[in-house]
């Protein structure tokens, strides 16, 4: 039996021994690491989901601690399992852990993705931030108008209770607050929800899928980060970013995601230099040849943007977009240069708790404040923060509205944003295109 670490970020390296490990007689597991997501290490993964197999429990520790962990728990595999990592990190993780002694995994789709008894289409990405989000609602709105009803089955966030979280249902506002969510979680879920549909979530995605399955007409996938989707897709699309060129040759798993798809949609057209999608558009036909790509843009739509001209503003962002996602400013900026703002405030001097360690080690942030909310005490602290900067007008880039359940004492507005394609190829044709196939016939 090869003992057996799985490197994660509290979403992947659960559902990687969920669906491979658990009931594994030739594999014991005996610890799971965690990075990226402040917070979410030095706790258990429950026994009541780890099976008969493990009746303590998995230990989860700070992935920092790995060279000591292969060593003291006689590890001979280190299982990578979380996204959105360049080529050459990965290979930093890897040979970590060769160097310990033990042997590097990365597993596949043929062991982790499941099958649905429904048409499923799936939505990834390159990277964190490309657009999958406005992607996915475009998606959901055209299948409804099409006549399907459509469940959302979204990549996991389980920062809390991981036992309660199992397997989850958000049908309406009452529900993300009785449940505590995030503001990661509500910038994903509050759009669907308010358009009508219900998102599945959790840990245990088998269950998750099986519970979706039973109003659904077509699962829709939608992918975390630029993770490959945990259910074995019908059709997928994949996003890329057009101010992120190259990136699909050089990130994990974004490069699985292309290779994939079977339509590409190179995002943020307008926003980036035409030379930026040429070099995607060459490495597209080197990487997938097969795949049929569609162009578009991501409009900004902002409240009341006459409010911006001349003033001294502070710019929020989606937090995983910039953290992770490596991007330096997002749509508040954007459209804060747009419409005229009479300065922009770095945000950092205002900074306090968790929010000064997110600029320190984020250095590539420019003039803006990630929404970051991953505990009750961060959200307090980006609260802080927020009241704490000297401006005139807050401009609000995040999917969610943080007026909901921040107590923000300056006045603000809101950008919105929606992705448009340019091009004869269009998501509702290639809509279209599937229903006349797949949908069809997996569903009689």
Same mark, same amino acid.
């Given at each position: 039996? +090869?003992?057996?670490?799985?490197?994660?970020a509290?979403?992947?390296?659960? !559902?990687n021994?969920l669906?491979f490990?658990?009931d594994?007689p030739?594999y014991?597991v005996?610890?799971f690491t965690?990075?990226?997501i402040?917070g979410?290490?030095?706790?258990?993964?429950?026994?009541?989901?780890? *099976?008969?197999?493990y009746?303590?429990?998995?230990?989860?520790?700070?992935?920092?601690?790995?060279?000591?962990?292969v060593?003291?728990?006689q590890?001979?595999?280190?299982?990578f399992?979380?996204?959105?990592?360049?080529h050459v990190?990965?290979m !930093?993780? %890897?040979s970590t852990?060769?160097a310990?002694?033990?042997?590097f995994?990365?597993?596949?789709?043929k062991?982790?993705?499941?099958l649905?008894?429904?048409?499923?289409?799936?939505?990834?990405a390159?990277r964190?931030?490309?657009?999958?989000?406005?992607?996915?609602?475009k998606?959901?709105?055209i299948?409804?108008?099409? *006549?399907y009803?459509?469940?959302?089955?979204?990549?996991p966030?389980?920062? *809390?209770d991981?036992?309660?979280?199992a397997a989850?249902k958000?049908s309406?506002?009452?529900?993300?607050k009785?449940?505590?969510v995030t503001?990661?979680?509500?910038?994903?879920?509050?759009?669907?929800?308010?358009?009508?549909?219900?998102?599945?979530?959790?840990?245990?995605?088998?269950r998750?899928?099986?519970?979706a399955?039973?109003?659904?007409?077509?699962?829709i996938?939608?992918?975390?980060?630029?993770?490959?989707?945990?259910?074995?897709?019908d059709?997928?699309?994949?996003?890329?970013?057009a101010?992120?060129?190259?990136?699909?040759?050089?990130?994990?798993?974004?490069?699985?995601?292309?290779?994939?798809?079977?339509?590409?949609?190179?995002?943020?057209i307008? =926003?980036?230099?035409?030379?930026n999608?040429?070099?995607i558009?060459?490495?597209l036909?080197?990487?997938?040849?097969k795949?049929?790509?569609i162009?578009?843009?991501?409009?900004?739509f902002v409240?009341?943007?006459? +409010?911006i001209?001349g003033?001294?503003?502070?710019c929020? #962002?989606?937090?995983p977009?910039? $953290? !992770?996602?490596?991007?330096p400013?997002? %749509?508040a900026f954007?459209?804060?240069?747009q419409?005229?703002?009479?300065?922009?405030v770095d945000?950092?001097?205002? =900074?306090?708790g968790?929010?000064?360690?997110v600029?320190?080690?984020?250095?590539?942030?420019?003039?803006?404040?990630? =929404?970051?909310g991953?505990?009750?005490?961060?959200?307090? #602290?980006?609260?802080? $923060?927020?009241?704490?900067v000297?401006?005139?007008?807050?401009?609000i880039?995040?999917?969610?509205?943080? *007026?909901?359940?921040? !107590?923000?004492?300056?006045?603000?507005?809101?950008?919105?944003?929606?992705?448009?394609?340019?091009?004869?190829?269009?998501? +509702?044709?290639?809509?279209?295109?599937?229903?006349?196939t797949?949908v069809t016939?997996?569903s009689?």
């Amino acid at each position: 039996m +090869r003992k057996v670490v799985i490197l994660g970020a509290a979403g992947r390296d659960f !559902h990687n021994f969920l669906t491979f490990y658990k009931d594994n007689p030739n594999y014991e597991v005996v610890a799971f690491t965690a990075t990226q997501i402040p917070g979410i290490e030095n706790r258990k993964f429950p026994a009541e989901l780890a *099976g008969k197999n493990y009746p303590n429990g998995i230990p989860i520790y700070p992935e920092e601690q790995l060279p000591e962990l292969v060593k003291k728990l006689q590890a001979e595999d280190v299982v990578f399992s979380y996204s959105d990592i360049s080529h050459v990190d990965l290979m !930093h993780k %890897a040979s970590t852990a060769l160097a310990s002694g033990a042997s590097f995994v990365l597993l596949g789709p043929k062991d982790t993705m499941l099958l649905s008894t429904k048409p499923v289409i799936a939505v990834c990405a390159v990277r964190t931030g490309a657009g999958k989000s406005p992607t996915v609602r475009k998606i959901s709105l055209i299948l409804r108008e099409m *006549g399907y009803n459509v469940a959302i089955v979204r990549h996991p966030m389980p920062y *809390g209770d991981l036992a309660k979280e199992a397997a989850q249902k958000f049908s309406s506002f009452e529900d993300l607050k009785n449940e505590k969510v995030t503001i990661e979680e509500r910038e994903e879920y509050e759009a669907h929800i308010a358009n009508g549909f219900s998102v599945y979530a959790g840990v245990d995605y088998a269950r998750i899928l099986k519970f979706a399955e039973v109003t659904a007409d077509v699962i829709i996938f939608d992918g975390g980060n630029n993770d490959f989707s945990f259910i074995r897709p019908d059709l997928l699309f994949v996003v890329a970013d057009a101010l992120r060129p190259g990136h699909e040759l050089s990130y994990h798993p974004g490069e699985v995601n292309v290779r994939m798809a079977n339509y590409v949609i190179v995002n943020k057209i307008d =926003a980036a230099p035409k030379e930026n999608k040429e070099k995607i558009l060459a490495n597209l036909r080197d990487l997938n040849p097969k795949a049929k790509v569609i162009l578009a843009n991501l409009n900004d739509f902002v409240e009341n943007p006459d +409010r911006i001209k001349g003033k001294k503003v502070l710019c929020i #962002e989606d937090g995983p977009t910039l $953290t !992770h996602g490596g991007l330096p400013t997002g %749509a508040a900026f954007k459209v804060a240069e747009q419409f005229g703002a009479k300065e922009i405030v770095d945000p950092r001097k205002y =900074a306090v708790g968790s929010l000064k360690e997110v600029f320190n080690m984020f250095a590539h942030l420019g003039k803006v404040l990630p =929404a970051m909310g991953y505990s009750d005490e961060q959200v307090k #602290e980006l609260e802080d $923060t927020i009241n704490n900067v000297d401006c005139d007008l807050i401009i609000i880039g995040t999917p969610v509205d943080l *007026g909901k359940f921040l !107590h923000i004492e300056k006045p603000s507005v809101r950008v919105k944003y929606e992705i448009e394609e340019i091009g004869e190829l269009t998501i +509702r044709k290639a809509l279209e295109d599937f229903r006349k196939t797949s949908v069809t016939s997996k569903s009689s």
